[in-house]
């Protein structure tokens, strides 16, 4: 059984990422930020809005963050989110870190979203700000201290196809998995 976690900062790439690696080694992607996106549209919340009630309201987190902890338990998958290495890191194999510069990822969120490269860079450093305070709340983790990843991947200048193949080649060199190359 295998449990691979991918964690990163919003625009980072960890979600496409995530979604590549299994794919690749066909595992199933349980993905912490879907299932969150999925809670605000439910209760009909603006993204940032909702991240500032579950601030109020920890029980949102632990929802989310049980769920992701049953599915590691249960192993082979890939769980990508936040604080998904944090939070599964006693049954992960792999933990993995995916980060870069705020302007970048403000870019990248702001061709991904269409929105003005201001607002996604102002979400950005908003969005990691409450994420910090949360979290260092919630669970005393500090999404600073990146000592518990096995990888910590600086994506800023890296293709999405170099972030995945570095990724990959990670992941099955100290698992000892085989896997084409030609994936992307």
């Given at each position: ?9 919003p625009?980072s790439?960890?979600t ?5 690696v299994?794919?690749v ?10 299932l ?5 549209a439910?209760m ?14 920890p ?7 049980s769920m992701a ?14 604080l ?13 870190y995916?980060k ?32 910090r ?7 005393n983790i500090?999404i ?10 600086d994506?800023?200048?890296l293709s999405?196809?170099?972030a ?13 998995f085989?896997y ?5």
């Amino acid at each position: 059984m295998v449990v691979i976690a991918i964690s990163g900062q919003p625009g980072s790439g960890k979600t496409t990422v995530a979604r590549e690696v299994a794919r690749v080694l066909n595992l199933p992607l349980v993905s912490s930020g879907s299932l969150f996106r999925e809670l605000a549209a439910k209760m009909g919340i603006d993204f940032i809005e909702f991240h500032k009630y579950a601030e109020k309201n920890p029980d949102i987190d632990k929802v989310v963050d049980s769920m992701a902890i049953e599915r590691a338990k249960a192993g082979n998958v890939v769980l990508e989110g936040h604080l998904a290495a944090w939070i599964v890191r006693p049954y992960a194999d792999i933990c993995i870190y995916l980060k870069a510069s705020s302007e970048i990822r403000a870019r990248r969120i702001s061709i991904r979203d269409k929105k003005s490269f201001e607002d996604a860079l102002r979400e950005v450093r908003e969005r990691e700000e409450l994420n910090r305070r949360r979290y260092l709340s919630l669970y005393n983790i500090d999404i600073n201290d990146l000592s518990v990843f096995d990888l910590v991947l600086d994506t800023s200048y890296l293709s999405i196809n170099d972030a995945i193949r570095i990724s990959l080649d990670y992941i099955c060199t100290v698992l000892g998995f085989k896997y084409s190359r030609k994936f992307c």
